[in-house]
Nanobody, 126 residues
Framework: QVHLVESGGGLVQAGGSLRLSCAAS????????MGWFRQAPGKGREFVSG????????YYGDSVKGRFTISRDNDKNTVYLQMNSLKPEDTAVYYC???????????????????WGQGTQVTVSS
């Protein structure tokens, strides 16, 4: 079991930046990858970004490429999401997720992560 806690959400104006953090605890030695998803009101969950835990290979959803950067600190068991050039359409609850089973990135993009955080609200005003 991996426990995840997100932080760093808030209210920002369009064009601004925010940095989300997700701290993992529990069976962190078994983490194979971590990711970020978001869900806006009335919409489905969307893959934002993910990163392999060992090699640090990043993956991004099309809507955030070039604006968001994912990184991780293995010593702190923490993954970060630096969000720049924020747009009102980035407004959503952002969820952190962890995978310990070595799932494919295709499946992970569809939500194939076993552990989820409670989410943090990001609101971008126009």
């Amino acid at each position: 079991q991996v426990h995840l806690v997100e932080s760093g959400g808030g209210l920002v104006q369009a064009g601004g930046s925010l940095r989300l953090s997700c701290a993992a605890s529990g069976r962190t030695f078994s983490i194979d990858a971590m990711g970020w998803f978001r869900q806006a009101p009335g919409k489905g969950r969307e893959f934002v970004s993910g990163i392999s835990w060992t090699g640090g290979v990043p993956y991004y959803g099309d809507s955030v490429k070039g604006r968001f950067t994912i990184s991780r600190d293995n010593d702190k068991n923490t993954v970060y999401l630096q969000m720049n050039s924020l747009k009102p359409e980035d407004t959503a609850v952002y969820y952190c997720a962890a995978d310990v089973y070595g799932t494919s990135w295709y499946a992970r993009r569809q939500g194939g992560f076993g552990s989820w955080g409670q989410g943090t609200q990001v609101t971008v005003s126009s």
